[in-house]
C-alpha cells in the first residue's frame, strides 16, 4: 500500500490509477516543464547547481550530504566521459520508498536524472535497481522507452542539442551494492565490493571516471526545485532541511506504507497518519532511519520532529526515513538477533574487522537470546563494536555497530535479565 | 547452450554499455541464463547455473570464466544449487517479522513438510528465507523465482498461491 500526503514527488500522483507512471500522466502533472525550461534558456551550469544548493536539498539515501554541493564537485571541465548514476539498490531493511517512485513516478526521476547529467555536463547515466523488485525494473525499462520515444532522452533533446542516454541496470541480491562504490564495482560487472576512499567517485568513479551518484528520492526531488524553485522547496521543510521526505513507515502500526509529509513532521502526526498502534499496543521503541539507524525508546522518539537535526539530536539518524516501530510485546533481544544475522550474512568480506566482527556480534546476541549468555557479554559486545566502527572500508561495519550500542543503551536491562535468567524479560511475540 | 532469444536479450543488456565494457552485462546475462534454465529444467539440477553455463556465458561475453564465476557465486539471487520449479524466498527481516514474515516462513514450512532451505521430494517447491526486498509495507513478502513479488501473504493468501502454482 502506498499512502502520500502531499508533496514534492507524490503531488497529484493517483496511486490507485494503474497508468500514473506512465509519460502523458507525468506530463499532465507538469512533468518536463522544468527540463523544458532549462533547455529552451540555456540555463548555465552553475546556475542549475546553485538552485539545487539553495533548496537545502540532502541526499536521501541515508548519508544526508548536501545534494548541490556534491554536483558541485564535479570536475565539469574534465574532458572525457563523465556518469551520474542513480542508487536505486534499496535494501536497507525498513525501506520501501524508492520502489514507490519507480513503482508510480519512474519519470520524475527520469527528468532529474536528465537535468543531473545537463548540470554536470555528463552524456550518460545509470540507474542500478534492487534484485528483488524485477517488476520495477521492467517498468522503469518501459518509461524509459517512453522518455526516448518522446525525444526527451538520446540524441538532440527536444531538438536542442543536448545529448544525454540512460539506461537500468539490474542487481541481483546483494545488500552492500547499496553502498555507492560497491554500486560501482557491480555496475562493471564485478562483485560488489566496497572501493576505498578517497579516491572519491567525483574523480574516480565508474569505469575511473567522474561520477555522482545520487539515491532516487534525491534525484525525483530535482524538477520540483526547478520548477517551482529553490525557495519554495526549502520553505517545504525547515531551514537545513529542505523539502518533504518520504517516510517508510513499517512494523507495529495501522496502515504501513509511505508518507511524504515535510521534514520538522512531528512523530507523533506521522504515526497518527498509519493508523496509530496496531491493536491498540503500546509503543515501546523506534528505528527512525533504517535498521543502522540507532533505536530510540518510546519516551524519546515522541519528543523528536522528523527531520535530519532533530533526530540526530536525539541520538538517532533519519538516514533512508524508515521508520521501523515496535510495541510492548517485542523482546528486544531477539528483534536485535534478527538485524544483527543480516549485518553478519551481507558483509561483503575483504575487511576482517567487518569479516569476523559481525559474526561474534551475531554469536553472542544468539547465544544470549537463547539462555546462554555468559556474564560479560554484554562488555564483549561492546569491545567487539569498538574494534569494528571506523575501522573499515565502508561504513557496513558502523552500520552492524549501531544497532548493537543503541539497543544494549536504551534496553539493557532485557539483556542483563536474559543473561541472569536464561529467560526473556518479555514474552515475545512477533505479531 | 542458450537460445536465439536469450542471446538477444544479452544483445540489448550488452549495448547498454560502452563497446570496451561488455563485462557491465554479466549480471544481466546470467540472469538472463538463469531464467531460461528456470523455465526450460524439468529437474531441480536442470533448473540452476552449472559451471559449463558460466563458462558459456563468459565466453560470449569475451571474459574470463572466473569473472563470471565470481559474480554468480557473489549474488544470492543467482541458483547455483538444485533447485525447485517453484523458488519460494519469504522475507524475514526485522520489519517484516513485526508484521507477519516469520509466522509466513513457518506455516509454508509446516504446509510443503520442509524446512527452510529444502526442496520437496517431488522437486516442485523450493522454500528460503530472504533478507529484506524493499517492500517491508506489504509484508509479508515472498518472491517466486526471483522475479514475481507477492506482498500480503497472510496464509489464506498463501494457500491461494501454492493452489496457483501448479
Ligand atoms: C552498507 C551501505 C548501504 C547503503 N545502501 C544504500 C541504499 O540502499 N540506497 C542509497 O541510496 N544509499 C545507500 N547507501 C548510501 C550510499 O553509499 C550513498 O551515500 C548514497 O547513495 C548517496 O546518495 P544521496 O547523496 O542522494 O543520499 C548505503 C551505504 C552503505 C554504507
Ligand atoms: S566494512 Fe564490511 S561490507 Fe564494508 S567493505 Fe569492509 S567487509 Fe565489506
Ligand atoms: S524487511 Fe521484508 S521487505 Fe523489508
Known amino acids: ?38 533547455l529552451a534558456a540555456q540555463m548555465p551550469q552553475d546556475e542549475v547547481i546553485a538552485e539545487v544548493k539553495n533548496s537545502g536539498l540532502r541526499g536521501r539515501g541515508g548519508a544526508g550530504f548536501p545534494t548541490g554541493l556534491k554536483w558541485s564537485f564535479m570536475p565539469r571541465s574534465f574532458p572525457g566521459d563523465k556518469y551520474v548514476v542513480c542508487n536505486t539498490d534499496e535494501g536497507e531493511p525498513g525501506t520501501f520508498k524508492d520502489r514507490d517512485i519507480l513503482r508510480y513516478n519512474p519519470h520524475a526521476l527520469i527528468e532529474g536524472m536528465i537535468i543531473a547529467g545537463y548540470a554536470m555536463g555528463t552524456r550518460a547515466g545509470y540507474n542500478y535497481i534492487h534484485g528483488e523488485i524485477f517488476e520495477a525494473y521492467e517498468q522503469f525499462e518501459a518509461a524509459l522507452d517512453e522518455a526516448r520515444a518522446a525525444g526527451l532522452l538520446g540524441q538532440n533533446i527536444l531538438g536542442t542539442g543536448f545529448n544525454f542516454e540512460l539506461y537500468a541496470a539490474h542487481g ?26 578517497p579516491p572519491f567517485p567525483a574523480s574516480y568513479g565508474l569505469y575511473g571516471k567522474p561520477t555522482t551518484i545520487n539515491n532516487t528520492e534525491s534525484f525525483a526531488s530535482v524538477p520540483f526545485i526547478i520548477k517551482d524553485g529553490a525557495q519554495k522547496f526549502l520553505e517545504a521543510g525547515k531551514p537545513n532541511n529542505g523539502g518533504t521526505k518520504l517516510f517508510s513507515v513499517s512494523g507495529h502500526v495501522n496502515r504501513p506504507g509511505n508518507y511524504e509529509v515535510p521534514l520538522g513532521t512531528p512523530f507523533t502526526e506521522l504515526l497518527e497518519m498509519a493508523g496509530g498502534m496496531r491493536d491498540g499496543k503500546k509503543l515501546k521503541a523506534v528505528i527512525p532511519g533504517g535498521s543502522s539507524a540507532p533505536v530510540l525508546p518510546a519516551e524519546i522518539m515522541l519528543g523528536v520532529t522528523m527531520d535530519y537535526d532533530s533526530i540526530s539530536k536525539a541520538g538517532s539518524m533519519l538516514g533512508s526515513g524508515a521508520v521501523i516501530v515496535m510495541n510492548e510485546d517485542v523482546c528486544m533481544v531477539r528483534a536485535l538477533e534478527r538485524l544483527a544475522y543480516f549485518y553478519h550474512e551481507e558483509s561483503c568480506g575483504q575487511c576482517t574487522p567487518c569479516r569476523e566482527g559481525t ?34 572500508i565502508c561504513a557496513l561495519a558502523d552500520a552492524a555497530v549501531f544497532p548493537v550500542r543503541s539497543f544494549t543503551k536504551h534496553f539493557r536491562h532485557e539483556f542483563e535479565y536474559l543473561i541472569e535468567h536464561g529467560k526473556p524479560l518479555v514474552d515475545h511475540k512477533w505479531c | 547452450m542458450l537460445s536465439a532469444e536469450s542471446l538477444a536479450s544479452i544483445d540489448r543488456e550488452v549495448a547498454k554499455y560502452p563497446a570496451d565494457q561488455k563485462r557491465s552485462a554479466v549480471m544481466a546475462a546470467l540472469r538472463i541464463a538463469l531464467t531460461e534454465r528456470r523455465e526450460q529444467g524439468q529437474t531441480p539440477e536442470a533448473r540452476c547455473l552449472t559451471p559449463e553455463v558460466i563458462e558459456y556465458v563468459a565466453n560470449y561475453l569475451e571474459i574470463a570464466p572466473v569473472a563470471a564465476y565470481e559474480v554468480a ?24 517479522a513485526l508484521s507477519g514474515g516469520v509466522s509466513a516462513a513457518k506455516y ?16 516442485k517447491y523450493t522454500l528460503l528465507e530472504g533478507e529484506c526486498m524493499g517492500a517491508c509495507g506489504d509484508a509479508p513478502v515472498l518472491l517466486v523465482n526471483n522475479h514475481k513479488m507477492c506482498s500480503h501473504m497472510s496464509p489464506a493468501a498463501i494457500d491461494q498461491k501454492l493452489a496457483e502454482l501448479e
Open chain 1, 1 to 38: 500500500m502506498a499512502i502520500f500526503k502531499s508533496g514534492v514527488i507524490f503531488e497529484g500522483v493517483d496511486t490507485q490509477d494503474e497508468n500514473a507512471w506512465r509519460l502523458a500522466a507525468y506530463e499532465a502533472r507538469g512533468g518536463y516543464v522544468a527540463l523544458r525550461k532549462i
Open chain 1, 172 to 197: 541481483y541480491g546483494a545488500y552492500i551494492c547499496g553502498e555507492e562504490t560497491a554500486l560501482l564495482e557491480s555496475l562493471e560487472g564485478k562483485k560488489g565490493q566496497p572501493r576505498f576512499k
Open chain 1, 359 to 392: 559474526g561474534w556480534l551475531y554469536r553472542i546476541i544468539h547465544r544470549i537470546l537463547n539462555g546462554e549468555g555468559r556474564p560479560g557479554d554484554l562488555e564483549l559486545l561492546d569491545s567487539v563494536g569498538n574494534n569494528m566502527a571506523g575501522r573499515t
Open chain 2, 73 to 96: 557465486t557473489f549474488y544470492n539471487m543467482y541458483d547455483m544449487k538444485p533447485v525447485g520449479k517453484y523458488k519460494i524466498t519469504v522475507c524475514t527481516n526485522l520489519p517484516c
Open chain 2, 108 to 123: 509454508l514450512s509446516e504446509k510443503l513438510g520442509i524446512a527452510i532451505g529444502e526442496t520437496t521430494a517431488d522437486g
